[in-house]
């Protein structure tokens, strides 16, 4: 099975500040992998799709790269609603696996 | 609107079974695959499985943890996909959401259902 990490697992930011956070991935998975945002007791919401496309309707803030093993998402202006749980997910081997998730709160 | 209804979730002991449902109103559901995800309490996201569509000879997939104890299974007449989960672990002890995969996992989302295995 594919492994995902990520890093950092949380981390506090302000209003207005910019976050990265990286998924890596045990093997190849080309650009399979979408981002996740999960707000407690929701389910969760892609932001982004094949890793660096932008699902409709999220704000453009909201950014992916990579290929391969190593990704990163990218909120270039961190607002009130984005503190949440992100997770990545790779969808190109059977099982899926998600990430174990980056906590954004609030510094 | 609510989209995905699971049902059956609730307490059942270590060793026990338990079906979970999970009802969709879209009407193009037949041609969906459908998945299952859950999330410990307090824990992160874990892929379950995935049941295919006809046209893919409703071919299953699971993830290492659950293979051999999860069946998930679907009937297209009532819109609706299950998961049996037979042999429970206190680890099962989850969330569980059904997702109708539109295309390269992005799901629907149902609004989950509780499952706790505890003596």
């Known amino acids: 099975d594919i492994q995902m990490t990520q890093s950092p697992s949380s981390l506090s930011a302000s209003v207005g500040d910019r976050v990265t956070i990286t998924c890596r991935a045990s093997?190849?998975?080309?650009?399979?992998l979408g981002w996740y945002q999960q707000k407690p007791g929701k389910a969760p919401k892609r932001l982004i799709y094949?890793?660096?496309s932008l699902q409709s309707g999220v704000p453009s803030r909201f950014s992916g790269s990579g290929s391969g093993t190593e990704f990163t998402l990218t909120i270039s202006s961190l607002q009130p609603e984005d503190f949440a749980t992100y997770y990545c997910l790779q969808h190109n081997n059977y099982p899926f696996t998600f990430g174990p998730g980056t906590k954004v709160d609030i510094k | 609107e609510v989209q995905l209804v699971e049902s059956g979730g609730g307490l059942v002991q270590p060793g026990g079974s338990l079906r979970l449902s999970c009802v969709d109103s879209e009407f193009t559901f037949s041609a969906h695959y459908m998945d299952w995800v859950r999330q410990a309490p307090g824990k992160g996201l874990e892929w379950v499985g995935r049941?295919?569509?006809?046209?893919?000879?409703?071919?299953?997939e699971y993830a290492a943890s659950v293979k051999g104890r999860f069946t998930i299974s679907r009937d297209d007449s009532k819109r609706s996909v299950y998961l049996q989960m037979n042999s429970l672990k206190t680890d099962d002890t989850a969330v569980y959401y059904c997702?109708?995969?539109?295309?390269?996992?992005?799901?629907?989302w149902g609004q989950g259902a509780l499952v706790t295995v505890s003596s």
């Open positions: 093997q190849g998975i080309r650009n399979n």
């Open positions: 997702a109708r995969d539109i295309q390269e996992a992005d799901y629907v």
């Open positions: 049941i295919r569509n006809k046209a893919n000879s409703y071919n299953t």
């Open positions: 094949v890793a660096s």
